[in-house]
């Protein structure tokens, strides 16, 4: 059976499926020119687990293999104590072969601290050399004390086409290697409580914290402060993307640790507030509107409207992000995030944001607080 439809069309017909696993899999049945689209969906991530180790190397292994070219990220998850772990060097070779692999999520549990570097060491993580983005987990041993040294630097270092990073539970205390070479195009850091002053002490020792533009980072404490402040004080007009996560008033100071005026080329900035009650209202303005970055195109505004009510000054909020200030900017979306009930009564935003709304770039989305113990990217 041959399709009667011109390819380009068809294309984009099999686009809009995909998501849809089972219609994908439908479609690449129907003949040899519905084939290569579905595929490039359904093949695009490939997870590889202790359990299934031995029947992706056996497949990719294989010469009659078509599933290479639409792998484009891998999902690996290794177990130092499971007996099928060491399988994982043997799949090394076709690895080489996967040349639009370009994102890697793994995740390692079980190295204890003795295993731990010569571990890192082996064919498999050498593996990625083309890999661009990073989110990676080190889980130590289940018998762990919290002060054992993780490699985090020295896994790093072994991805050399790495521009984005991103941490999500990382066990143990960062030690310092000095074989460890951060990648020269390393340029967005999404990054966790126990990562972020460890990472940006090593870029700047390094100097290579100047390729950064991209930032997120979780609520900073006051034990953080020494190691964020002066990195994002170096990071200045590079920086374009910044997201962050603030909390009156248990964390440190905010507006000691952020100075917007030292960041005028911000083009998205997102603030996400997790305080607990509305003590923080009038420092969050005031910090709010150090903000001089002309070329700012998108701001977005986690809070809890539960807090964030009509005692807050809208009113100078919506002035301050007037079009004369901030000619570029295309969207602020407030999220209205909700702790103990449903908060989804955005009208009184519309109305207390009139320049806003009137300008179009105003949106409002209900989102729920969510929680999780190892930190926001967990």
Same mark, same amino acid.
């Given at each position: /059976?041959?399709?009667?439809?011109?390819?380009?069309?068809?294309?984009?017909?099999?686009?809009?499926?995909?998501?849809?696993?089972?219609?994908? =899999?439908?479609?690449?049945?129907? $003949?040899?020119?519905?084939?290569?689209?579905?595929?490039?969906?359904?093949?695009?991530?490939?997870?590889?687990?202790?359990?299934?180790?031995?029947?992706?190397?056996?497949?990719?292994?294989?010469?009659?293999?078509?599933?290479?070219?639409?792998?484009? #990220?891998?999902? &690996? +998850?290794?177990? *130092?104590?499971?007996?099928? %772990?060491?399988?994982?060097?043997?799949?090394?070779?076709?690895?080489?072969?996967?040349?639009?692999?370009?994102?890697?999520?793994?995740?390692?549990?079980?190295?204890?601290?003795?295993?731990?570097?010569? *571990?890192?060491?082996?064919? +498999?993580?050498?593996?990625?050399? @083309?890999?661009?983005?990073?989110?990676?987990?080190?889980?130590? %041993?289940?018998?762990?004390?919290? @002060?054992?040294?993780?490699?985090?630097?020295?896994?790093?270092?072994?991805?050399?086409?790495?521009?984005?990073?991103?941490?999500?539970?990382?066990?143990?205390?960062?030690?310092?290697?000095?074989?460890? &070479?951060?990648?020269?195009?390393?340029?967005?850091?999404?990054?966790?409580?126990?990562?972020?002053?460890?990472?940006?002490?090593?870029?700047?020792?390094?100097?290579?914290?100047?390729?950064?533009?991209?930032? =997120?980072?979780?609520?900073?404490?006051?034990?953080?402060?020494?190691?964020?402040?002066?990195?994002?004080?170096?990071?200045?007009?590079?920086?374009?993307?910044?997201?962050? +996560?603030? @909390?009156?008033?248990?964390?440190?100071?905010?507006?000691? &640790?952020?100075?917007?005026?030292?960041?005028?080329?911000?083009?998205?900035?997102?603030?996400?507030?997790?305080?607990?009650?509305?003590?923080?209202?009038? @420092?969050?303005?005031?910090? /709010?509107?150090?903000?001089?970055?002309?070329?700012?195109?998108?701001?977005?505004?986690?809070?809890?409207?539960?807090?964030?009510?009509?005692? +807050? %000054?809208?009113?100078?909020?919506?002035?301050?992000? $007037?079009?004369?200030?901030?000619?570029?900017?295309? #969207? &602020?979306?407030?999220? $209205?995030?909700?702790?103990?009930?449903?908060? %989804?009564?955005?009208?009184?935003?519309?109305?207390?944001?009139?320049?806003?709304? #009137?300008?179009?770039?105003?949106?409002?989305?209900?989102?729920?607080?969510?929680?999780?113990?190892?930190?926001? *990217?967990?």
């Amino acid at each position: /059976m041959n399709s009667e439809f011109p390819q380009e069309l068809l294309d984009e017909i099999l686009e809009h499926f995909a998501t849809d696993f089972g219609s994908l =899999k439908i479609c690449s049945l129907v $003949c040899r020119a519905w084939v290569f689209r579905p595929r490039s969906h359904l093949f695009s991530s490939v997870h590889l687990l202790p359990k299934n180790i031995v029947f992706v190397r056996n497949l990719l292994s294989s010469p009659n293999c078509t599933l290479l070219s639409h792998i484009q #990220s891998l999902h &690996v +998850f290794r177990d *130092y104590e499971h007996k099928n %772990d060491r399988r994982f060097n043997e799949i090394v070779a076709s690895l080489h072969r996967l040349t639009n692999l370009r994102v890697l999520k793994l995740t390692t549990r079980n190295i204890s601290a003795a295993d731990a570097e010569a *571990y890192f060491h082996t064919d +498999f993580f050498a593996a990625f050399p @083309q890999v661009a983005r990073l989110v990676l987990s080190l889980r130590l %041993d289940s018998e762990h004390d919290e @002060q054992q040294p993780t490699p985090l630097l020295l896994v790093i270092s072994l991805f050399p086409a790495l521009q984005e990073l991103r941490i999500g539970r990382l066990d143990g205390s960062v030690i310092t290697q000095a074989s460890a &070479v951060p990648p020269h195009g390393l340029r967005s850091l999404y990054l966790t409580e126990e990562s972020m002053g460890p990472i940006f002490r090593w870029l700047r020792a390094c100097n290579r914290l100047h390729n950064v533009h991209s930032v =997120k980072l979780p609520c900073i404490y006051r034990q953080h402060v020494d190691s964020v402040r002066p990195a994002l004080q170096r990071l200045g007009g590079v920086l374009h993307h910044l997201d962050i +996560f603030v @909390q009156w008033p248990s964390t440190a100071d905010s507006s000691m &640790v952020f100075d917007f005026s030292l960041h005028p080329n911000l083009k998205t900035l997102a603030i996400r507030d997790t305080s607990w009650d509305s003590s923080g209202h009038r @420092q969050f303005l005031l910090w /709010m509107t150090r903000l001089a970055a002309p070329t700012l195109e998108r701001l977005t505004l986690s809070l809890d409207l539960s807090l964030y009510d009509s005692n +807050f %000054d809208w009113a100078a909020l919506d002035a301050f992000l $007037c079009s004369a200030r901030f000619p570029g900017l295309q #969207s &602020v979306v407030i999220e $209205c995030n909700h702790r103990r009930y449903r908060y %989804d009564n955005h009208q009184f935003l519309h109305e207390a944001l009139p320049l806003l709304e #009137s300008s179009g770039v105003l949106r409002t989305v209900c989102k729920a607080r969510v929680w999780s113990p190892f930190g926001p *990217y967990a």
